[in-house]
């Protein structure tokens, strides 16, 4: 089977591609805030509520780790209510969490519990974006339509990044989760009405939805794919400072990354759009590109530095949203069911990366730890072969 073999089902209504890409764009943004939010606050919040940069990192692997528990019930909510009221309902705690944080979270443990909670709404926005971009963005122009959904996620750390020294550090960290829960509420409008028909939600149960071998492997690929990715945003300061990198230049290097990122995401999809197949094989070459990339971050000096970042940020960090064009593709009768097989992965990653490559840099050294998680991404990369392999025959 390849990936056009399937026609895309009946829309209820008629699509309207351009809205349909901003509300799913901003439903991402509006439901991923919270964590972004306390990455880019974490100074003021550490002060006050008494966490560590450790600390941090659990706090973050623990909401990942309850999104990709969340995932797969997320999905199928959609396919039985459709993506609109799951976006609503998604917007809606998340905005509750964030001002849930702002006016209860007076120790570390109430913050990470507020945080694990605003996890259901990352994965309720995901996936009811994923189903809306499917069933109203015309086949033609799905894949530019995820790859810039998915480059609102590091448009999301810009945003968290710069509400420090806009709100944070004049009226408190505080105040900055007060407005950010006025963002969200705002993505509200946003979200197109409509839904598809009883009769297709139906058809959803059946082998749509079905977490087949190929989904199980793109999922499996998913998960390394992103612990490896995650070292990224999570430890190139660190380790930039740790090689003799001035702090101010090591910040630069992730600012240049997220800007390399979101380029990436967004051209990955362009070019999709003009692929009539082999997607899957593509982001394996991406993931093969991107681990040369993570290699040359163990390697002493700026220019294996930022050939690093560009390589493992523009193609080592841009395949999510192609993925997810990928297997809307090849399921277009359960995209919300099948991308929560996949995005679990993605957020398995997310939540043992850290864990896992932090405790190879602590026990280690950081140039092993970069070694490690391009050795991670090569697997991924055949595991992604593989995919594509059973997924043609």
């Not at 003021?44 to 008494?50: A, C, K, V």
């Not at 309902?89 to 109430?110: D, E, F, N, T, W």
Request: charged residues 10%; positive net charge; contains cysteine.
């Amino acid at each position: 089977m390849t990936d056009t073999a399937l026609a895309a089902p009946p829309r209820s209504a008629p699509p309207r591609p351009v809205r349909a890409a901003a509300g799913a764009t901003a439903v991402t943004i509006a439901c991923v805030l919270p964590v972004f939010l306390v990455g880019g606050l974490a100074v003021q919040m550490g002060r006050e509520l008494r966490f560590n940069p450790t600390g941090l990192g659990l706090a973050v692997s623990i909401y990942f780790g309850i999104s990709a528990l969340a995932s797969v019930p997320s999905g199928r909510l959609v396919e039985r209510f459709g993506p609109a009221p799951v976006a609503r309902a998604g917007i809606l705690l998340s905005a509750g969490a964030l001002l849930a944080v702002a006016g209860l979270a007076r120790s570390y443990p109430v913050l990470v519990v507020l945080l694990g909670l605003s996890a259901a709404a990352n994965a309720l926005g995901q996936l009811a974006s994923n189903a809306a971009l499917a069933e109203r963005v015309p086949a033609r122009r799905q894949g530019l339509s995820f790859g810039v959904k998915q480059a609102a996620i590091p448009v999301s750390t810009l945003l968290a990044g710069a509400a420090v020294p806009a709100v944070a550090l004049t009226v408190g960290w505080r105040w900055a989760f007060v407005a950010a829960a006025g963002a969200a509420l705002a993505a509200l409008p946003a979200v197109p009405a409509g839904a598809r028909p009883a009769n297709t939600r139906r058809a959803t149960r059946g082998a749509g939805g079905r977490a087949t071998l190929p989904l199980l492997v793109v999922g499996a690929a998913a998960t390394l794919a992103a612990a490896a990715a995650n070292a990224l945003g999570t430890f190139v300061v660190d380790s930039s400072v740790a090689r003799g990198l001035a702090p101010g230049l090591a910040g630069l290097t992730l600012t240049l990354g997220s800007a390399v990122c979101v380029a990436a995401r967004v051209g990955a999809g362009w070019l999709a759009d003009r692929r009539a197949e082999g997607h899957v094989a593509l982001i394996a070459g991406m993931l093969v590109v991107g681990a040369v990339g993570l290699g040359l971050l163990a390697v002493a000096g700026p220019v294996p530095l930022v050939a690093g970042v560009v390589l493992g940020f523009g193609l080592g960090w841009a395949w999510p949203g192609l993925m997810n064009f990928a297997v809307v593709k090849l399921h277009p009768q359960a995209p919300a069911a099948a991308t929560s097989i996949t995005q679990t992965g993605v957020y398995a990653g997310g939540c043992l990366g850290p864990l896992g490559l932090g405790a190879a840099a602590t026990h280690l050294d950081y140039p092993t730890m970069w070694l490690l998680a391009a050795a991670a991404m090569l697997l991924a990369a055949t595991l992604m072969l593989t995919a594509n392999r059973l997924l043609t025959r």
